[in-house]
């Protein structure tokens, strides 16, 4: 579904119990989309309504010309989160998606019942701007693609572990077609 929300079009799926009394809202990190969290929407659907949505710029979310600064992504959830009217839900948060989490925490305090945030930072150090900037440099100038096989290996072992190989796989394949 999508809906228009800090004046932006912003993609979302809703999936489990639509009357459960605890929701959970997953954010994804840098370069990806609410399919990272398949797995584990198929894991609470059961027993929680589980909101998963695509931050500006990612999967079928709208792309406005940047910057994209952290104090809008945490607007954009809030005003996603108001326009489906939940309220304090436990939230997860991976890379990105914990820097929004806590943006969005100091920024609308009690937004969150509890937040689980993984792989992320509150901050990076100076040093690692110049590594940014060229990503966004790349990004802007020749797309994702160029991005992709470096994310991947940053991302994932050359021998995943067994029963995981599966996954790796599809996401190596899945970037060539992109």
């Known amino acids: 579904m999508k809906a228009t929300v800090n004046g932006i079009e912003t993609y979302y799926e809703i999936h489990g119990k639509r009357d459960a009394a605890t929701w959970l809202v997953f954010s994804h990190s840098l370069a990806c989309s609410v399919r990272m969290w398949d797995g584990e929407i198929e894991r609470h659907k059961a027993k929680h309504c589980v909101l998963a949505y695509d ?4 999967g079928q979310s ?3 010309k940047g910057p994209y ?3 809008a992504l945490a607007d954009d959830l809030q005003s996603l989160l108001k326009h489906l009217k939940i309220e304090k839900p436990h939230y997860v948060g991976l890379s ?4 929004i989490g806590q943006t969005a925490a ?6 969150f019942r ?13 040093e690692a701007a110049p590594m940014w900037e060229e990503r966004i440099r790349t ?3 020749k797309g994702m693609a160029p991005l992709v096989q470096p994310t991947l290996e940053r991302w994932f072992t050359a021998h995943p572990p067994t ?3 599966a996954l790796v796989v599809f996401a190596r394949f899945s970037s060539r077609s992109t």
Not at 106 to 111: D, M, Q, V
Not at 117 to 123: E, G
């Open 114 to 126: 509890s937040m689980t945030l993984a792989d992320t930072t509150s901050r990076y150090p100076a």
């Open 62 to 64: 709208a792309a406005p």
């Open 96 to 99: 990105m998606g914990g820097m």
């Open 55 to 58: 931050t500006r710029g990612h």
């Open 163 to 165: 029963g995981r190989r």
């Open 139 to 141: 990004a802007e100038s």
């Open 106 to 111: 100091l920024k609308y305090p009690g937004i």
């Open 69 to 71: 600064t952290l104090d």
